[in-house]
């Protein structure tokens, strides 16, 4: 690990200085991400500030009926909120699917949200690989891939996204807060992971020195009957090979509200939107949901060893908006 400098921030102000001194900086906050790079030498930064002690670890309901949560707000706090419970259950169900208590404890929702990608080449440093060293190339297109992505992916780059919580608040239209030298801005979490392109390294559409400080979710009264369904290899905590978060209304048999989006599948959370459109309108089943599925599947590309994903979203799709449908009927 290469020696860094390590500075406390106490507000959002000293946080911004401390980085805008030296863009050799990163920002720290519970380190279960960045401090893993850090001792594999995937992240050499020359100076870490932490942000932990700054006043953005409180979830508050918005005047416009939703939600906003501090980007230093805990995983286990963000869990157990109990407006976080009762109006995003999908969320709730991400988080405590995605890793262990003691991590939990520790991970931070804006930690969250930029952790890196999830491939064994990029994570060894004696490995090509086009997010570390852009240009030397992909070596998992023709290496080890049973785990990697299906949609949106390029010759460049067919790496995951590994946040479960990320996927849940993509399925709400979550908003990401931020603070650059320059002042406050915004942007929705649809828009906050770039496309993989020729430019895999370029991960977000944060401005350079910027901080989040906070995720918004709208009042979306659909996502109170939602549901977030994680596939892994063990039963143990592991990373998602598939991942679903769903949220449906029925009324008299007819779809009139569905949110999808997958995770494991893509670079970034991937929202359905494809088998949004489709289902709005139609009749809740079995058949609908498989074709709204495959609809939105029909866009993956799938390498040797990964095809399975097509058929495991698929099933997912069906089994998890089923179950909702189900509830909704016995309500």
């Given at each position: 690990?290469?020696a860094f ?14 980085l ?8 720290l ?6 401090v ?12 870490l500030?932490?942000?932990?002690a ?6 508050e ?42 991590l ?6 804006g ?5 890196r990608?999830?491939?064994g080449y ?6 090509p ?8 190339g ?6 080890e891939?049973?785990?990697h992505?299906?949609?949106?992916t390029?010759?460049?780059?067919v ?24 002042g ?11 496309p ?9 559409a944060l ?21 977030y369904?994680?596939?892994r290899e ?16 029925v009324?008299?048999?007819?779809v ?8 494991a ?16 309108g139609a009749?809740?089943g079995?058949?609908?949901f498989?074709a709204?599925a ?10 040797p060893?990964n095809?399975?994903k ?16 189900e ?5």
């Open positions: 690990m290469r400098d390590y500075r406390r921030a106490h507000d959002v102000s000293g946080a911004l200085a401390l805008d001194t030296d863009p050799d900086t990163r920002f906050a519970g380190g279960t991400n960045l893993d790079l850090m001792k594999t030498g995937v992240e050499r930064p020359a100076r500030v932490d942000v932990r700054l006043p953005l670890d409180r979830i309901s918005t005047a416009a009926g939703g939600l906003r949560i501090g980007a230093t707000v805990t995983n286990s706090d963000l869990a157990a909120h109990p407006e976080v419970r009762r109006r995003y259950p999908a969320l709730t169900q991400a988080v405590l699917a995605a890793a262990s208590g003691q939990r404890n520790m991970a931070t929702v930690g969250n949200l930029l952790q990608t999830r491939c990029f994570a060894d440093v004696t490995k690989c086009n997010k570390r060293v852009p240009g030397s992909c070596p998992a297109v023709e290496g891939h049973h785990n992505a299906i949609l949106g390029t010759e460049h780059c790496a995951t996204h590994p946040s479960d919580m990320g996927v849940a608040l993509t399925a709400f239209d979550a908003v990401v807060s931020y603070e650059t030298t320059d406050p801005g915004e942007v929705p979490l649809a828009d906050f992971y770039l993989v392109g020729d430019t895999p390294h370029q991960e977000t401005p350079p020195g910027a901080l989040i400080t906070g995720v918004t979710l709208p009042a979306i009264p659909t996502a109170a009957h939602s549901r369904r994680k596939v063990r039963a143990s905590y592991a990373f998602a090979i598939g991942s679903i978060a769903a949220a449906l209304d009324q008299d048999g007819v009139r509200e569905v949110r999808l989006a997958f995770g599948v893509a670079s970034r959370p991937w929202r359905a939107l494809t088998a949004e459109r489709m289902l709005t009749q809740a079995a058949e609908a498989a709204a495959q609809a939105e599947l029909a866009q993956a590309k799938p390498l060893h095809g399975y097509v058929t495991l979203m698929r099933n997912l799709v069906v089994a998890v908006l089923t179950e909702l449908a509830e909704a009927t016995a309500r």
